[in-house]
């Protein structure tokens, strides 16, 4: 691929390999916070819930849906 059309498709696959390296990176901090925590079972679903919950609005957010 050459010119603006390579360019952007090695940019745009760029940023999709550093947008995964990112969220993985948030899930496993996010993992470590609530094991540290010593949550009970019903605690840590109730955690991981509200977790899947905040980083769908997150998502939402960088789409540029309504935010959090």
Known sequence: M???????????????????????????LLDGV?????????QRAVADELVSRRLGLLREAVAGGSGL
């Open 2 to 28: 050459t010119g603006a059309f390579g360019l952007a498709a090695v940019r745009l696959e760029r940023d999709s390999v550093l947008a995964e390296r990112i969220g993985g990176l948030m899930a496993d």
């Open 34 to 42: 609530l094991d540290e925590l010593h949550l009970s079972a019903e």
